[in-house]
């Protein structure tokens, strides 16, 4: 893998793919600025080389989104509104292009001196970025004499910015920054050299989400732990009283299917035995325990239970690689966070005695971050649907445009 550590880039100009979709309120303040200050040290290194730096992003989905006139909310959409708080981060001003591509654009690019930064206009107000269309991404390519992508939340879109840009460089002049460095080294110290025991715990509310990756992780997890919403199916399959708990009632014969092929695998899958029920989808309404083949009419299964809290911490205890992908339960209402928070506390407790562990996917990078416990386990990924689709065994055309 060629990262930027193996380049020098004294007098080069770095074209840096990176994820800078941030959230903004409607004053267009910044929100959450993680993924701009993850993106920091790989610009940092490539100023200090002696390079100057030409930047290109996305921010949200301006086209989808268009206003009411049907027209593009370019001002809604505009990366200036990070310009100063990217300077300050990098204690260097930072010019700005009006337009990710054009004339003046590439003439700015051109003259940028070493230390310089140049950040470019949202590449989504152009329909030809999605599309990934060849001349778009030449235009792009243009901007820069060595392509760097360390966007890796976007690395599995075929995109002009993030992957079709990188064919109009040859391997010599084109790299990992080291935030998707650091995010396939990590994912692969699960998919391909996990110290045994692997254990993949998988929640959130749907299976057919997580179909493709509970498949490739029977290839090579010894526990699958399933809790959250995705777990009544399973139980509804096996001929379970489920109430009125989350159910995909067309997923059924997968799930039994699932829990045959484990089976011949020598997969544990492992299933919570209890739930915290509730009798409406509300913090304030009424709860007791019960189990899960057991649940009454009219209740609905919002939070694994103590005795599942119990079974998947002991063999979370004796893991040696851990992979967390969805909450056990309804974590975001204050009443059903127990669950998800006793497993981000295992997790923890597991790696401080040496294991590995990696959170990923939306809702459990919420959970862990709700809880004050990011620092406390091996690795957050920022992926998201990359990182979904990597764990689901897939290629992503953005890590194979720089290969
Ligand atoms: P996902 O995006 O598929 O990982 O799902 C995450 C969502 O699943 C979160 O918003 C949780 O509140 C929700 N969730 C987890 N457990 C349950 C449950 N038992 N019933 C309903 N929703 C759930």
Redesign the pocket.
């Known amino acids: 893998m060629q990262t930027i550590n193996n380049i020098n880039f004294n007098q080069e100009r770095a074209l840096i793919r990176v994820d800078f979709n941030v959230p903004l309120d409607k004053q267009f303040n910044i929100t959450d600025d993680t993924r701009i200050r993850a993106a920091i040290p790989t610009i940092q290194k490539i100023l200090n080389d002696g390079g100057s730096v030409v930047l290109m992003s996305h921010l949200g989905r301006p086209l989808k989104k268009l206003k009411e006139d049907g027209s593009i909310d370019y001002e809604k959409f505009s990366l200036k509104h990070i310009v100063n708080h990217l300077s300050n981060l990098l204690n260097t001003p930072v010019q700005f292009a009006t337009d990710c591509i054009g004339e003046q654009t590439l003439q700015t690019a051109q003259s940028l001196q070493a230390g310089e930064v140049l950040l470019l206009e949202n590449t989504r107000f152009h329909k030809a970025e999605e599309k990934g269309e060849s001349e778009f991404a030449e235009q792009l390519s243009k901007l820069g004499t060595i392509f760097v992508n360390d966007a890796f939340g976007t690395a599995h879109r075929a995109h002009a910015s993030t992957t079709i840009v990188a064919n109009y460089f040859d391997r010599e002049h084109k790299c990992f920054g080291l935030l998707m460095a650091a995010e396939l080294e990590n994912a692969d110290k699960v998919l391909k050299n996990a110290e045994k025991p692997l254990t993949a715990i998988l929640?959130?509310?749907?299976v057919s989400?997580?179909i493709l990756i509970i498949e490739n992780l029977l290839n090579m997890a010894n526990n699958i732990i399933i809790?959250?919403?995705?777990?009544?199916t399973f139980f509804k399959a096996q001929g379970g009283q489920i109430g009125s708990?989350?159910v995909e009632e067309d997923k059924l014969e997968l799930a039994l299917g699932i829990l045959e092929k484990a089976k011949q695998k020598g997969v544990q899958i492992i299933l919570p035995e209890d739930?915290i029920i509730a009798d409406k989808?509300d913090n304030d309404a009424q709860t007791q325990i019960a189990n899960n083949f057991n649940i009454p009419e009219e209740w609905?299964?919002?939070?694994i239970g103590a005795d599942a809290i119990a079974t998947f911490s002991e063999v979370i205890q004796k893991s040696k690689t851990i992979l967390w992908?969805?909450?056990?339960?309804?974590?975001?209402m204050e009443r059903?966070q127990n669950g998800t928070k006793a497993i981000a506390l295992a997790i923890v407790e597991a790696t401080k005695n040496g294991a590995f562990s990696l959170v990923g996917?939306?809702?459990?990078v919420a959970a862990v971050n709700k809880f004050n416990l990011a620092n406390d386990v091996s690795f957050v990924s920022t992926g998201g649907g990359a990182m979904l689709e990597y764990f689901e065994g897939k290629t992503l055309p953005g890590v194979a445009a720089l290969l």
């Open positions: 929640g959130g509310a749907k989400d997580k809790g959250g919403g995705m777990a009544y708990s989350l739930s989808f609905m299964g919002l939070d992908n969805g909450p056990m339960g309804v974590f975001e059903f996917g939306g809702d459990s």
